[in-house]
């Protein structure tokens, strides 16, 4: 059975102060691994999709990093706005195109 | 161009009673996903739809839910008769059409559900 596990639950930040969150997965077979960031109230908003071990891609403040069991997004001098929970999901190659989640991490930037 | 929309944007039912969710996903996507989140776990895949025919149902929890896409166009989720562990979110999600590979998925808002 896929599972993706998210760490650490909940972080807080001050505004400035570079952190990385984590994302642990074990599925047979990866298509693709993929972050979404998810406002209050509102569906989740598609950040990356990562392929392959070694990929990384970049958004503004955001970059997310794949490796074969783990995925990184790195957050660059965050700010307030950049508060939200952050979900990480793969697909597998098994799957049609169902989408396995962790359970996100929250954070919070403190301005 | 529009997202995906989906309504209501909350339901309260009472247990026993029918209630029926609706998606619109972004024009074009011939793929149509729903999830949900129940009790504050993770987000959790239901079905998935390939225009009016169904790709995937492995995730649906039982026969008291029933989706369709008639015309494969915007897709409607029912439940009933409603139990209280039903009640969560309900995302419905979109992609675009295409063999082999894979696209990310689209979500709209989600529809709360609250049966008491």
């Known amino acids: 059975e896929d599972q993706v596990t998210q760490s650490p639950e909940a972080l807080r930040l001050q505004e400035g102060e570079s952190s990385s969150l984590n994302c642990s997965y074990t599925v047979s077979g990866l298509r693709g691994l993929f972050w979404y960031r998810q406002d209050p109230g509102k569906g989740p908003e598609f950040l990356f999709t990562?392929?392959?071990a070694g990929e990384e891609k970049e958004k503004e403040r955001l970059k997310a990093t794949l490796t074969k069991k783990e995925s990184f997004l790195h957050i660059t001098a965050p700010k307030p706005e950049d508060s939200a929970t952050y979900l990480c999901?793969?697909?597998?190659?098994?799957?049609?195109?169902?989408?396995?989640f962790g359970s996100g991490t929250q954070l919070t930037v403190l301005p | 161009e529009a997202g995906v929309t989906q309504f209501p944007s909350h339901s309260v039912i009472e247990k026993g009673q029918t209630v029926t969710l609706r998606c619109d996903p972004i024009?074009?996507?011939?793929?149509l996903y729903w999830y949900r989140r129940v009790m504050g776990k993770e987000i959790k895949f239901l079905l998935h739809f390939v225009k009016e025919s169904k790709q995937d149902e492995s995730g649906m929890p039982n026969n008291r839910f029933l989706a369709e896409r008639t015309g494969g166009t915007y897709s409607t989720l029912k439940v009933q008769p409603a139990e209280l562990e039903d009640s969560g979110v309900y995302f419905c999600?979109?992609?675009?059409?295409?063999?082999?590979?894979?696209?990310?998925?689209?979500f709209g808002p989600g529809t709360r559900l609250t049966v008491t």
């Open positions: 999600a979109s992609s675009p059409p295409g063999q082999g590979g894979f696209y990310e998925q689209y």
């Open positions: 999901a793969v697909q597998a190659r098994w799957s049609a195109r169902q989408l396995t």
């Open positions: 024009s074009g996507h011939d793929n």
């Open positions: 990562l392929y392959s």
